[in-house]
């Protein structure tokens, strides 16, 4: 039987009470997995691809006990409300593409619950742990890369 993965959620704090609805989501599929968690705050979306970066970077396994690696995926969960100007196209594209890229670089399982919608009340509907439950998806989304990525011994 496999160990009990070890993730690293990282919740971009900006609007508190989305943030709280997706954290509530994501812990309750990884306590139901038996995970370790470690959660981690940035401001805003636009902070989270630097902050796995921080997490995953080689040099940082490196330092670690045998070499390894201290989190086995990562789930990032924030949200972004379209307003009236471009910053949100921007704040969303980096954001993503910017998770995409650690995931890729470093190999890295990840679980992306960002939230990229029109309205506050989108926003309130997928990030409800009872309704869309963003968070738990992309919780049980980093669940399943982890095993894959041990599947391909890796």
Not at 10 to 26: N, W
Not at 139 to 151: F, G, P, Q, S, T
Request: with cysteine; aromatic share 6%.
């Amino acid at each position: 039987m496999a160990q009990a993965p070890n993730i690293l959620v990282i919740e971009a704090r900006f609007y508190d009470e989305i943030a709280d609805d997706l954290l509530a989501g994501t812990k309750r599929v990884l306590e139901a997995a038996n995970a370790k968690v470690e959660v981690l705050t940035v401001p805003g979306i636009l902070e989270l691809p630097a902050a796995a970066s921080f997490a995953f970077h080689p040099s940082r396994r490196l330092s670690q006990t045998g070499g390894g690696q201290r989190y086995d995926g990562v789930v990032v969960l924030g949200c972004a409300v379209k307003g009236e100007t471009d910053h949100y196209e921007h704040v969303c594209r980096e954001s993503m593409s910017g998770v995409q890229r650690v995931a890729l670089d470093f190999s890295v399982p990840c679980g992306n619950g960002i939230l990229t919608v029109p309205t506050w009340e989108l926003a309130q509907h997928r990030a409800d742990p009872e309704r869309g439950d963003a968070g738990g998806r992309a919780a049980k989304a980093c669940l399943r890369m982890i095993a894959l990525k041990r599947d391909f011994g890796l």
